[in-house]
């Protein structure tokens, strides 16, 4: 149902309904990485409305911390201020602003999502599933409950994920570009162009003489940032395991009797039947198949023969066998010994003729020997229940102002301390120091905490281990003293003076060769010796490849006239390039139609994010959308910690 909200997650524009899953996203990786942490805290208030929908404070202030943990797992040195100021709360507030848009739209017009569906997706959820693979309400629960979501957080993200499809997959089914528009756009992937390429080098232009402590301390002052080290921060944390838990996980005997008896069903003698079975749409049909099993003919080919197919059922009890079809079919089968054919019997579904291949017996299993097997099960049960209250315990002590130091000391956890770290896990201090594994798993969180907040909870292991952690000690990412880094700073003064003359150097010789003076010519006239002028060509397709990393100076060629010459600078202050394009080799792709066919699947997924973007935003022109800008910025200011007296 969700599969076609998984395909337009892949595009740009479809982005606007991922946030539609913040919570779910944090869902999907609950069963490897719990984190129970949070930020924020923003309580009551709204921070907007559409047309009937408010959209809590709250509810923004978690999608932005759910989408903030996506991006940190890409880029581990990202915090969440900088996060926010990069655009992403008023980005996610706008994708929150569609997907309630859609579901007033989808309200007012008659389309809904069924409880009944938003069970079925719920269910559908591999993180909710118990060790048998089904879904579990328990599981359920604590999987919510770890990452700060209620149930009605994820049923609404759902409603509005399934309401959305029900808008959204009219719109864009079936859209695609039309041919003439293809192949010129295809073609243009083969296009080549040659040129040549020419470094202007800063070194060559550098002054000799080493600058005045004046001009290099202005300098240093106006490129500090450059120079800037990271942000260190010592990390401290105690692990608690099952073992803090002490005797109260283990079952007592008082227990193990009611959960025996509670499940003596499941230990009481069982009978289980596997059958091949034909079903036939009257009384007489069957009873002809069944006279000609008996008289010899295959089950299988007797079904064929008459237009049918057998199908089978395995390892299922009478009492399942009645409630699955009837009672009298349960009497035929279990009536039957093994290979012997039934006598037909009537269900909703038709008459049956079935062969019976199995049978599975079991003996009714006592106390005694199932008592290993339920203690296993309550330990397991209790602990996870005990570990839930535990963690929720500390949480409460640490949200009413304990230190990490009172909690950890009144169950004798011992706490460690890292050297200070920076955000990779490498430490200045300590050669050779390699984080272990809490830390590795600590260390992203612990960067994105402020000074003062409170300790915070991971799990280590699932069901088994945790750690509660905090930071001791921020060192802010401030540039060292001029002095420790004097050397670097010279060689970048001077980079940065040749370059200011490289450039003029590129100008004049842009001038001469867009007169008409050959490239060489003009590099073989200029007063420094500098390196020949390269030729070099590749093709669009080159350019676009996923993994391409084609140098700028080629780059550009594709942005530039044949016969035509431009300049561009060279990171780092190493220069300036001076790139001739000689010529253009126009592709033609009439006889590669993979690559045509390839180009109008990419147009039709480009034009489909288009109508879906102009739908969305007629849908948003026809809602009443009213914006509370205090509130945001109260959010704003909650999550990044601003609101805080420094």
């Known amino acids: 149902m969700i599969s076609f909200f998984r395909s337009i997650f892949q595009s740009k524009i479809g982005l606007f309904f991922t946030f539609a899953f913040v919570g779910l996203i944090a869902i999907a990786f609950a069963s490897s990485d719990i984190t129970g942490s949070t930020f924020g805290g923003?309580?009551?208030?709204?921070?907007?409305?559409?047309?009937?929908e408010d959209i809590a404070a709250g509810d923004l202030s978690r999608s932005v911390t759910s989408a903030f943990e996506g991006a940190r797992a890409e880029n581990p040195t990202l915090d969440l201020a900088t996060f926010v100021d990069q655009g992403g709360l008023e980005s996610i507030l706008d994708q929150m602003i569609n997907n309630h848009a859609l579901q007033v739209f989808a309200r007012d017009n008659g389309m809904a999502a069924s409880k009944r569906l938003i069970d079925s997706e719920i269910s559908s959820i591999g993180?909710?599933?118990?060790?048998?693979?089904q879904f579990s309400e328990q599981v359920f629960r604590q999987v919510l409950q770890s990452q700060g979501l209620t149930e009605r957080i994820v049923r609404g993200d759902l409603e509005r994920a399934l309401v959305g499809e029900q808008i959204l997959l009219p719109v864009t089914y079936g859209v695609r570009a039309p041919d003439d528009l293809i192949l010129p756009y295809a073609s243009l992937i083969l296009e080549g162009r040659k040129g040549r390429i020419a470094l202007i080098p800063s070194a060559a232009y550098a002054p000799k003489d080493t600058p005045g402590d004046k001009a290099l301390t202005t300098f240093y002052s106006a490129n500090s940032?450059?120079?800037?080290?990271?942000?260190?921060?010592?990390?401290?944390?105690?692990?608690?395991?099952?073992?803090?838990?002490?005797?109260?996980?283990?079952?007592?005997?008082?227990?193990?009797?009611?959960?025996?008896g509670r499940r003596a069903q499941e230990f009481a003698a069982s009978e289980t039947r596997s059958i091949t079975q034909v079903v036939t749409t009257t009384e007489a049909a069957a009873n002809t198949l069944a006279a000609q099993i008996r008289s010899g003919k295959?089950?299988?080919?007797?079904?064929?023969?008459v237009g049918l197919s057998a199908s089978e059922v395995n390892n299922?009890?009478?009492?399942?066998?009645?409630?699955?079809?009837?009672?009298?079919?349960?009497?035929?089968?279990?009536g039957a010994s093994n290979g012997e054919i039934t006598k037909p019997a009537q269900s909703p579904l038709g008459w049956h003729v079935a062969r019976v291949t199995d049978t599975n017996k079991q003996a009714a299993r006592s106390?005694?020997?199932?008592?290993?097997?339920?203690?296993?099960?309550?330990?397991?049960?209790?602990?996870l229940e005990a570990l839930a209250d535990l963690t929720e315990k500390f949480e409460d002590e640490f949200a009413g102002g304990a230190s990490l130091a009172e909690v950890?000391?009144?169950?004798?956890?011992?706490?460690?301390?890292?050297?200070s770290l920076r955000s990779n896990g490498q430490t200045p201090d300590q050669a050779g120091y390699s984080p272990d594994n809490v830390v590795q798993r600590v260390i992203g969180n612990a960067f994105a905490m402020e000074q003062d907040s409170s300790p915070q909870l991971a799990e280590l292991i699932a069901g088994q281990r945790y750690a509660m952690y905090d930071v001791a000690d921020i060192k802010e990412a401030t540039p060292p003293p001029l002095a420790e880094i004097k050397d670097n700073v010279i060689r970048d003064y001077k980079l940065e003076q040749g370059a200011k003359k490289a450039k003029e150097t590129s100008e004049t010789i842009k001038k001469q060769v867009a007169s008409g003076t050959a490239l060489d010519t003009a590099i073989s006239g200029l007063d420094v010796r500098i390196p020949p002028a390269q030729r070099v060509g590749t093709t669009r397709a080159n350019l676009i490849r996923p993994d391409s990393n084609v140098p700028p100076p080629l780059a550009l060629m594709f942005s530039m006239a044949e016969k035509t010459v431009k300049t561009i600078e060279a990171p780092g202050n190493q220069g300036w390039y001076v790139v001739y394009l000689e010529e253009i080799e126009k592709g033609d792709a009439s006889k590669q139609p993979q690559l045509v066919a390839q180009t109008k699947q990419q147009f039709g997924g480009l034009l489909s994010g288009e109508y879906t973007q102009q739908f969305i935003n007629?849908?948003?022109?026809?809602?009443?959308?009213?914006?509370?800008?205090?509130?945001?910025?109260?959010?704003?200011?909650?999550?990044?910690?601003?609101?805080?007296?420094n």
């Open 42 to 52: 923003v309580g009551g208030g709204n921070v907007a409305s559409v047309g009937s």
């Open 127 to 133: 993180a909710f599933r118990g060790p048998d693979g």
């Open 225 to 260: 940032e450059r120079y800037r080290l990271p942000e260190q921060r010592t990390i401290r944390y105690a692990v608690f395991t099952t073992e803090t838990l002490g005797d109260s996980i283990n079952p007592t005997e008082e227990e193990i009797q009611a959960e025996y």
């Open 298 to 305: 295959n089950l299988e080919q007797a079904a064929q023969d």
């Open 316 to 334: 299922v009890g009478k009492e399942k066998f009645a409630r699955d079809f009837s009672n009298a079919y349960a009497d035929a089968v279990f």
């Open 367 to 383: 106390l005694e020997q199932v008592r290993g097997v339920l203690t296993a099960e309550l330990k397991e049960t209790k602990t």
């Open 408 to 419: 950890a000391g009144s169950y004798d956890l011992e706490i460690k301390s890292t050297p």
């Open 618 to 645: 007629a849908v948003k022109n026809a809602v009443d959308i009213d914006k509370d800008e205090g509130a945001i910025k109260a959010v704003n200011d909650q999550i990044t910690g601003r609101n805080r007296i």
